[in-house]
Structures are given as C-alpha cells and as structure tokens.
C-alpha cells in the first residue's frame, strides 16, 4: 500500500491527529448545568431567555457542555454528579435538601457561576436571608442594601488581572446596562474574598434616578469577585433594561452583546471547568 515507511508514518500520524479532533468535537471537556426560576422581573426573565440563546453558542465554540434546568429538585447529588459546573442564572435553591447536595458539590470541588439576582437576600421579603452559609460565608455579601436605577453602563476596573477569568481584560471596560447592587457587607475586609472588578470613579454618578438614592456619586462598589476556598465567580450582571415607564416592556438593553464584558464568563467557566482554550 505505501511505497515507504515514510509515507506510511505520515499517514498514520495523520490519522492520529483526525482522530484525536473527531473525539474532542464529540466529547465535551466539561459539563454545565444551569439552574433558574424565571417567573418574577420581566429583566430577569429577559437575561434568562438571553442566556438560553447564547450560552449554548460559546459552549460549542470552546468544547463544553451546556444543559439548562428550572425545575430546582434537580440539585440533588445524583443529578449534580454527572456536571463539573453549576450556573444560577437568576435565583437560588430553596428547600434545605438542595441547599445541602449545593454546598457539597462546591466543598468536593465542583465550579459555580451565579449571576445578579442569585446573590439577592433581604429580610423580610420573598428571598429572606435564610441561609448564612451561602450569602455569609460562600458570597460573603450578607443581604441586598441597594440599587441604581435606570439600568445604565458604568466604567469597570479590574482588580485582579491574573486571575483566569480576568486575563483577557482592559485595565478598565464599559460595562453593558446593569442594576448595580449594593451590598450590607464589605467584600473588601473579608480574607477569604478576592475582588475581581469593581465600579471605576470615572462612572459617577451612575443611575439616573428618578429617585435621588437610585444614583450613586462615590463610594466602592465589587461587582466582579470570587471566594478563595471555592472555584467560584459572582457577577453582579444580568439585569437587562426593560421599558417599564412608557409600559410597553420591550427590551432595551441585553447583557450577553457586551463581548469584552463576556471574556470574564467564558474565560470564567473555562477555569472552572478544567478546561484551556
């Protein structure tokens, strides 16, 4: 069949190469399972459908995973073991057993990415902080405080450029429009929590009102951060803009457009996931 040994090698290392594409087209690197509710906020509900759309996209472009749940009995270890990431796209879990099969999926290694609203806890109100685990220890934020408002751009630093999910990044980038939140605790003070971007002074004031308390004009805001005992990343993004005051509720902003804003997701789960581009 081959004239030589040469031309045999070739073929053969040729075939190896073919064949070792074909199985990482086939095998996913990692898995990811994302979890939300989607019933309140029609910004919420807005990032969720976004998300749908758009994660799928990158996890083909980089060799992932990606399975989408909202049926939140699913966070149980049996179906949690076949996943290496988990992403809240927009709450939390509830009952105590999903709160457990969570907290020992992060503590036997596993990755997670939430988003916005799954970091929101406010005593008395629907999402009570409840669980000092997650919002005390895990997030380290304690509850909500507060927001701007409108949802507006703001100008990020990033803080931690070597982090993996940061690597990517400007020194400062526009964000897309967002509720920023404000939390009860400093992140800041706490050992265990590494910043990764925060508000940069150059965006105020940020919100445009028309409540005087919905527009910040200084003070220190992380939007971006990780806990240093976990392999995982918060960002405070995920609220799209919605035309609430004219009442038509169409979609003014969508957080997924931003493509620098976006290497901190991809670049995030890739860490997470044990995976290198």
Same mark, same amino acid.
């Given at each position: 069949?081959? #004239?030589?040994?040469?031309?045999?090698?070739?073929?053969?290392?040729?075939?190896?190469?073919?064949?070792?594409?074909?199985?990482?087209?086939?095998?996913?690197? $990692?898995?990811?399972?994302?979890?939300?509710?989607?019933?309140?906020?029609?910004?919420?509900?807005? !990032?969720?459908?976004?998300?749908?759309?758009?994660?799928?996209?990158?996890?083909?472009?980089? /060799?992932? #995973?990606?399975?989408?749940?909202?049926?939140?009995?699913?966070?149980? *270890?049996?179906?949690?073991?076949?996943?290496?990431?988990?992403?809240? @796209?927009?709450?939390?879990?509830?009952?105590?057993? #999903?709160?457990?099969?969570?907290?020992? !999926?992060?503590?036997?290694?596993?990755?997670?990415?939430?988003?916005?609203?799954?970091?929101?806890?406010?005593?008395?109100?629907?999402?009570?902080?409840?669980?000092?685990?997650?919002?005390?220890?895990? @997030?380290?934020? %304690?509850?909500?405080?507060?927001?701007?408002?409108?949802?507006?751009?703001?100008?990020?630093?990033?803080?931690?450029?070597?982090? &993996?999910?940061?690597?990517?990044?400007?020194?400062? $980038?526009?964000?897309?429009?967002?509720?920023?939140?404000?939390?009860?605790?400093? @992140?800041?003070?706490?050992?265990?929590?590494?910043?990764?971007?925060?508000?940069?002074?150059?965006?105020? *004031?940020?919100?445009?009102?028309?409540? &005087?308390?919905?527009?910040?004009?200084? %003070?220190?805001?992380?939007?971006?951060?990780?806990?240093?005992?976990?392999?995982?990343?918060? @960002? /405070?993004?995920?609220? /799209?803009?919605?035309?609430?005051?004219?009442?038509?509720?169409?979609?003014?902003?969508?957080?997924?457009?931003?493509?620098? #804003?976006?290497?901190?997701?991809?670049?995030?789960?890739?860490?997470?996931? %044990?995976?290198?581009?």
């Amino acid at each position: 069949m081959f #004239q030589n040994s040469k031309t045999a090698l070739v073929f053969l290392t040729l075939l190896v190469v073919t064949t070792n594409i074909l199985a990482q087209k086939t095998s996913p690197k $990692f898995k990811v399972i994302a979890f939300f509710t989607g019933k309140s906020d029609r910004a919420h509900i807005s !990032f969720v459908g976004e998300a749908g759309k758009w994660f799928p996209k990158i996890a083909k472009e980089n /060799n992932f #995973q990606f399975d989408t749940t909202s049926n939140w009995s699913n966070m149980n *270890p049996a179906f949690l073991s076949s996943y290496q990431v988990i992403v809240f @796209l927009d709450t939390r879990p509830e009952k105590p057993s #999903q709160r457990e099969a969570f907290e020992k !999926f992060m503590e036997n290694g596993g990755g997670w990415m939430g988003f916005h609203f799954s970091a929101f806890a406010l005593t008395p109100s629907m999402y009570a902080q409840d669980w000092d685990w997650y919002h005390e220890s895990f @997030l380290g934020s %304690g509850q909500y405080k507060s927001n701007t408002w409108r949802p507006t751009t703001a100008i990020l630093k990033v803080e931690k450029a070597r982090h &993996p999910a940061m690597r990517h990044l400007p020194s400062t $980038f526009t964000s897309a429009p967002n509720e920023w939140y404000r939390w009860e605790k400093d @992140l800041k003070a706490n050992p265990d929590i590494e910043v990764l971007a925060s508000i940069d002074s150059s965006s105020f *004031p940020l919100g445009t009102g028309p409540k &005087p308390h919905e527009i910040w004009h200084s %003070g220190y805001y992380p939007v971006v951060w990780t806990n240093k005992k976990y392999k995982m990343i918060y @960002l /405070n993004m995920g609220h /799209n803009d919605i035309d609430y005051e004219n009442k038509t509720n169409k979609e003014l902003s969508f957080t997924l457009e931003n493509e620098i #804003q976006n290497k901190i997701i991809v670049d995030g789960l890739l860490w997470m996931g %044990g995976a290198k581009k």
